[in-house]
Structures are given as C-alpha cells and as structure tokens.
C-alpha cells in the first residue's frame, strides 16, 4: 500500500470529514514535509488559518489512540504524528493503537484530495442514512458517469470507523446478491448456515448472528430493486443502514438523494488534479470551455485529464477542436483509462442505459436530441391521437426514470450535452435519420413562418421558448430545408430579434439569409429580393442609410424584373425606399415613390383595404415633415375614416390614425382639437390592450408633450412618468425607454428643475449609443438636448463638444441639408455668440 493511500485508509478509520482528510494527507505526504503551513495552504486554496484549524481537529481525533499528540505544542504534534503513523506502516508493532478491525470489502477509491465538489452530498448522504433506513443515490442528471458509485466508495471509506459491524459492498451486476452476502459473512465473521438450508434462511442466519455494531450495506448499480435489493435486504433494525447506487429513479417511498453533475468550479478543480497547473493557466477559457463541452461529467472530465496528461504537447484549444468535431467518437473519451476504476468509456456509459430502452423511447431520444442545448418545450397534450400521445408519455417516463432527459417544468424537458451527442449519433446510424430530421425541420420551420414582422409583448412570451431551436435548425440542418421554405427560418429569426429593436443580434440573420439564398437559388430569385429587403430596413432602422439605400435599389430592381411592375413586393420595396430617403431629408426623391406606392396599392387591391390607408398615412407625414400641413390633412382624415370602416371602431390601427392626426393639429397649434384626438386615442388603446400595455406609453407621451407646449408642465410630469414605466416593461435597454427619459428630462429643463433633467439626459444619451452605436442621428438628438440643458446653466465648456459631436453626425447620416442637420448647426451658432460675446 502507497504512503497516500495508508494515509487516506487511516482518515476513514478516524472518521475525518472530507476537508479534514484533505488537509491531513498533504500535510503528512513526504514530498510536503518540507512546505511551510502557508505555501501548503495557498495550495490548496484555504487561508492558513483554515488549515491549522483543520490540523487541530485532526490531532484531536488521533489523540484518542496517541495519548502524548494531547500535549504537544503544535510543530511537534505533527512530527509525533508523523512518527507514529510511520511506525505503524512499516510494521511496528508498539505504534499500534488498540483499535478493532473493521470488516469490509469497499472497492478502491481515487484518492481524497481528487474527489471534488461532492462535500454537501456526502454530508446530505450521512444525514440522511442516520435518519432513514434506505437511502438510494439517484442521479438526476442522469446518466452514467456521473459519480454515483465514487460517491458511496468516498462515504463508505470516510465514515468506516462508525460501522463497527462492518461495510459489505456488493455489485448488484454481479453474481446472485444474496450469495455475496453469503461469502462475506463466512470470509469475515466465520457464520456458515447449513448447505441444506433454503437461501433466504441461511441469509436470515446470518443476519441474526452479524457482527455487532452498526452495518452498512451497498447495493452497487441497481436496476431491478425488487429482484436485486428487496429480497436480500436485512430484518427492520436502526442498526442496518442501506446505500444503494442506480441509474434508475424510485418512487417517493424510498428516500433519495439526487446526485447532478459537478458545479463549474468544482469541474475544473477536478480537471487541475489531474493536469499540471501551469499548462491549465495558460490556457484559462480553454479549459473552462472544455469544461462546458463535457458538460461538467466526473466521467468525461477525469477521461480527458488523463488524455491530456499522456499528452504533454497538446494544447487544449486543439484538443477542444478535436472534441467538437468527433464529439463522442474521440479517443479522449471513447475508452477508459487503465489506471481507472470505471470500465467504459462516455457513450459506452450511456449504452447501458439506451439499452434497456423500448424501441419508442430510443426514437424519442433521438428526435429531441435535434434541438438545441436548452430548455425543450415537448408537451404530449397537442396529440390528437390518443394511442400516440399515450406512446409519448410513457417514452417520457423511460427516458426520465434512466435520467436520460431532466424535467425542467410542465412540457418543458433538456438533455446533457454528451447525452444530446449519444443520442444524435445512435440517431446518425439509424437508416431513418434524413426522414425524422427533414420532419424535424419541417416543424421549426412552420414554427418560424409564425413569426410576424412586427411582435408584440405576448408574442414575444409565446415564441421565446422556440428560438434557439429554430436557430439550431437554421445553423446545422438548412440544407433539408425545400427551395420554398429556404428563408422563413433565418428571416423569422431576423424579425424577431429586430421587433425588439436587438439589431445586433437580428443583423447576422438577415445577411446570413441572403448568402444563403444567393448561394441556393441564384442571383435571379423573388426570396433573394426579399432578403435584401429586409437586411435594407435593418440598416435604415440603425442610422445606416448609406448601406441601406444599395439593397433597396437593388431589391426593388430585382423585384420589377422578375415579378413585374404591378406586383405587391414591388409596392413594399417602393414604400421602403420612399421611408429611407424621407429618414434622410431627402423629400423630394420620396414624394414620387410614396405616389407611386399608393397608386400601385389602389391597382392592386382596390381603394378599400387597410394597405390603402396605411400609404396616405406614410404620404401625409412626409408633408408634415416638409410643413404641407393642409395637404397632410385629407390624407390623415382619408386614412382614418377607411380604418373605421373596414376594421371598425375598435382596432389599434384606429387608435393609430387619431395619434397622428392629433400630432398634425398639435404641429399647426390646434391645440383643443389635438387634446381631444389624443385623449380618443388613449383610451381606445387602454381599452384594447389594458391599462398597463407599453403600447399604451406612446399615447401617454404624445398628450404630456401636448401640456408641455401648452404650459401645463403640473398635468404633463405625471403621463411622462407613467409612460417611463410602462416602456421599462419591455426591459430597462429599450430605445422606447430612452424616449421616456429624453422627455421627462426636456420636461424638467423647461421649468428649471436643471439638477433632476441632467441624469435623465445623460441616461438617455447612454441607452440610445449602446442600442444604435455611437452615430446614429437619435444620438445627436440626445447630444443636442444635453447641449441645450449644459448652455442653460452656463456649463459652456460641457456644452461646446457636444454640439459640435451632434453636428458631425447629423451632417454625416442626415447631409448637411436636412432639418435636423439645420436646427443643431442653428443652436450650435445661437450658443456660440452667447458663450463668447
């Protein structure tokens, strides 16, 4: 026997804790005889004074056999210790302590200083077998690999000195258990029951003649309780204690204790026992990422440690590369180590578990193991067919009792990584798989055509659950998508990220859509067009008009070309195209292409569609925009009139109609006439959607901004305030939310409350650059309000820059001709005479 494992055999028999046996056994090994109790502290990352507190309860426990340890300063405790021990490990027969022998036949463990992260399950463990007669570890994770079996070898060691009646480890896979029961009481106590007894007879003998003391027995990998736990289990006594290990989940009749893979910290504990240190911090990320790929299993983490130490030259970021592209397959994992106590390697871990499933549960593995790694939502209650969901259900309940998928919630389920890996791969060599992966996308996909454009608060909820599945579909399995289908996954994607103004995360979608519509149906192709569309939009929704405006020319050229000029998608592309030159000042380039919009709408589908209204809507602001107010007005009043009569009273795009109306009357100084439009609006919106709908924020917004300019600042503070928070609902980074704050801050400036506008500007100022980048005209809008509040209280240094900055972007996004562009380049002189006179 090593020094270590003495020395380890030695902290079970005092019934050390697992901290208290790691501080013993460093202190104690040679090679660290010559450490200082600091440099051996900080390495195992406990304060010095931890580990002297851990070493004075170690010298306590040992000084019940070792009377002159009671007496020693603290140095010599350790070196009497130290001789002590060593005298009992070469033989020598004064050093040792009258202590009784244990019988047991526990299997080899890895050495304490190895088993981490499993301290609260140890002790959960104890507990537990002190009050319970049974206890079961479960691993709710589930699958193999998972620790169950060291678990009980590390109790089973750690509290041996408390079973004075014996630990009988038994392998429930092997021969009969109760002829292992049988041995072990005839090789330990000498009880022999008579050969012509009946088994369960001489198994009774033996327990009425068991060693006295408490007993504890392990029933090792446990998948038939009945057969191979049940019928051997000892008389009803608090003296007999019974751990069992499976991969199986009981019922609630039996105490459980659930056993998960390893937190992140304590995988790479693991991972740095058995790699060297040094080539670990070299590598940080690396080695956490590697971590997060196994999936943070005992089983994968220690087979990998011990590839990498075999292999001194390999750097991890190559090993992970080669983990990801062989997954399962790879050496790293594929086989056990022979220095090991487990005998398989990951997926032959799992095959033992896939194995005792039904073909339906195997087939229902694979099939979620075609989502991505999160949160799965699989309910069985959409089944029309009763003997199918019925299959379902019991599928579920095979794959949950062998811990193959974990129950997240109601209809909600994930796998384990490696699981999800093991699963894909039996799925691979099935001859069914290019059938069950096609009706696998063909579901995302329909879920993606779902998606609209525009989302609201409830849609969002509903479809959030579906996203990184149609992601994975979209990543790893385009190409089962038909020619027809080809988009709507990366497009549905695009929208729904883009409807929550998250540009960053919607623009990969859109140019992704394109090259691979470009790469799959050529140049030439109406869904090309559409692609370019909406990549187009997104850049006009960021302030990026210079590479918007290509793709709209090329899309609305393409679209004439291959659908002709009286096409809807041709009118959309026009509309778009006549919205980014107004964004840009550029009125007359958009007037023709809004006519022209609204003509081909009315060809199209006649003068009385909601389309029809929605272009003099468009039509009547770009007039508004160039102070045509008394042509904006028919089309605003044509717009809400065709609303009313083809989509009721009652509808949001009503509600629209009067907001901009009023907004019209409010630009013109018809001020009663747009408090009452804005008042109608208001409510029919509260009516439709609920007093609390962030919708419901613009139209509180719009009448304070009313009081504002009518001098009613008492009546205005409070809807600016309750807009702010109904616009936070849709989450504190949303560019709505920047709107509530710029305005409740314009508010504050316009009554002198200078001290309570500035942090509401610059808060606004802050969201609107992280949401839209640093040059987007909203920027320079912020920059020049914040301008304006600095020149009011004569802070001229703070204002100067930021006009100067809200110039320059305007001049650059906008042109140096556009209104805005004006109005700051106007302030900006106004200051300077003011500032320098």
Not at 195 to 206: K, S
Not at 444 to 465: C, D, F, H, S, Y
Not at 471 to 477: F, G, M, P, R, Y
Request: with cysteine.
């Amino acid at each position: 026997m090593q020094w270590a494992d003495f020395l380890a055999n030695e902290a079970a028999i005092y019934g050390l804790s697992s901290e208290q046996t790691v501080a013993f056994v460093e202190r104690l090994k040679t090679e660290n005889s010559g450490k200082s109790e600091a440099k051996l502290a900080s390495e195992l990352n406990i304060s010095a004074a931890a580990l002297k507190k851990r070493m004075t309860d170690v010298y306590d426990k040992f000084a019940q056999s070792y009377p002159e340890l009671a007496n020693s300063e603290s140095r010599g405790k350790l070196e009497k210790l130290r001789a002590c021990l060593t005298a009992k490990y070469n033989g020598g027969q004064d050093a040792h302590p009258t202590i009784k022998e244990i019988h047991q036949n526990i299997p080899p463990a890895v050495p304490f200083e190895k088993f981490v992260g499993r301290e609260a399950e140890l002790q959960n463990l104890h507990q537990q077998l002190q009050t319970s007669r049974q206890v079961a570890i479960v691993a709710v994770a589930g699958m193999g690999g998972v620790g169950k079996t060291e678990l009980a070898t590390q109790y089973a060691r750690q509290h041996l000195q408390k079973y004075q009646g014996g630990v009988c480890w038994l392998s429930a896979q092997g021969i009969d258990v109760g002829i292992q029961i049988l041995r072990f009481a005839e090789l330990k106590f000498k009880l022999i029951a008579p050969d012509d007894w009946e088994l369960p007879d001489r198994l009774r003998y033996c327990w009425q003649n068991w060693q006295q003391g408490e007993v504890l027995l392990v029933f090792d990998d446990v998948t038939d309780y009945k057969k191979q736990v049940q019928r051997y289990l000892p008389p009803e006594s608090p003296r007999f204690k019974v751990l069992l290990t499976t991969r199986l989940g009981f019922d609630r009749t039996l105490s459980q204790l659930p056993l998960g893979v390893l937190k992140p910290l304590a995988a790479m504990k693991l991972l740095k026992s058995l790699v060297d240190r040094e080539r670990l911090k070299s590598e940080p990320w690396v080695a956490r990422k590697i971590c997060k790929f196994l999936g943070y299993l005992p089983l994968a983490l220690e087979l990998v440690g011990r590839y990498l130490d075999t292999m001194p030259d390999l750097s991890l970021e190559k090993l992970l590369k080669r983990l990801k592209k062989k997954r399962l397959e790879h050496e790293a994992i594929v086989k056990t180590n022979p220095l090991m106590r487990y005998e398989y390697g990951v997926a032959e871990a799992f095959a033992l578990s896939w194995e005792q499933l039904d073909e339906n549960a195997q087939r229902l593995g694979c099939w979620l193991s075609l989502y991505a790694l999160a949160d799965i939502p699989f309910s069985v209650e959409g089944i029309k067919d009763d003997e199918e969901q019925e299959l379902n259900e019991k599928a579920i309940a095979d794959l949950r009792k062998l811990h193959l998928i974990q129950w997240q919630s109601k209809g909600i389920y994930r796998l384990h990584p490696l699981i999800r890996q093991f699963f894909q791969m039996k799925l691979d060599e099935s001859s069914e798989a290019d059938k069950v992966k096609s009706a696998f996308v063909a579901q995302m996909v329909e879920l993606a055509k779902q998606i609209p454009r525009e989302l609201n608060p409830e849609g969002i909820l509903i479809l959030t659950p579906f996203i990184s599945h149609i992601a994975e579909v979209a990543t790893h399995l385009s190409q089962y998508f038909s020619d027809e289908d080809l988009i709507w996954p990366f497009t549905g994607l695009g929208y729904f990220y883009h409807s929550q103004v998250l540009y960053q995360q919607a623009e990969p979608w859109y140019k992704l859509c394109v090259e691979v519509a470009e790469n799959r149906l050529g140049l030439e192709h109406p869904d090309v067009a559409a692609s370019l569309n909406n990549l187009a939009e997104l850049y006009r929704s960021t302030g990026r008009y210079s590479e918007a405006e290509p793709l709209h020319l090329q899309a609305l050229e393409l679209r004439k070309r291959l659908l002709g000029d009286n096409h809807h998608d041709v009118a959309s592309s026009l509309n778009n195209l006549a919205a980014l030159y107004e964004s840009t000042g550029r009125y007359s380039e958009a007037e023709p292409l809004f006519q022209q919009t609204l003509e081909l709408i009315k060809r199209l589908l006649g003068n009385n569609h909601p389309d029809v209204a929605t272009s003099w809507n468009n039509l009547a602001e770009l007039y508004e925009s160039t102070g045509r107010y008394s042509e904006a007005e028919p089309l605003h009043l044509q717009a809400l009139e065709l609303r009313k009569c083809l989509l009721g009273d009652n509808h949001p795009a009503v509600a629209s109609s009067l907001n901009n109306l009023a907004e019209l009357y409010r630009y013109t100084g018809r001020y009663s006439e747009a408090e009452l439009l804005y008042q109608q609006a208001l409510e029919l919106i509260k009516r439709l959607l609920g007093d609390n709908h962030p919708d419901v924020a613009n139209s509180l917004n719009n009448l304070a901004l009313l009081y504002q300019y009518t001098g009613r600042y008492s009546e205005a503070e409070p809807l600016y305030q309750q807009a702010l928070e109904l616009t936070k609902r849709l989450g504190d980074n949303h560019p709505h939310v920047a709107i509530s704050l710029n305005n409740l801050a314009g508010l504050y400036k316009s009554i002198g409350r200078y001290s309570e506008a500035e942090p509401f500007f610059q808060q606004a100022l802050e969201l609107i650059k992280c949401l839209l980048g640093d040059n987007h005209p909203h920027v320079a809008t912020n920059l020049n309000n914040l301008a304006g509040l600095y020149e009011s209280i004569g802070r001229y240094s703070e204002a100067e820059p930021l006009y100067q900055q809200a110039l320059a972007i305007f001049e650059q996004t906008l042109g140096v001709g556009h209104p805005d562009t004006i109005t700051v380049r106007r302030n900006y002189a106004s200051f300077l005479r003011e500032a320098y006179r």
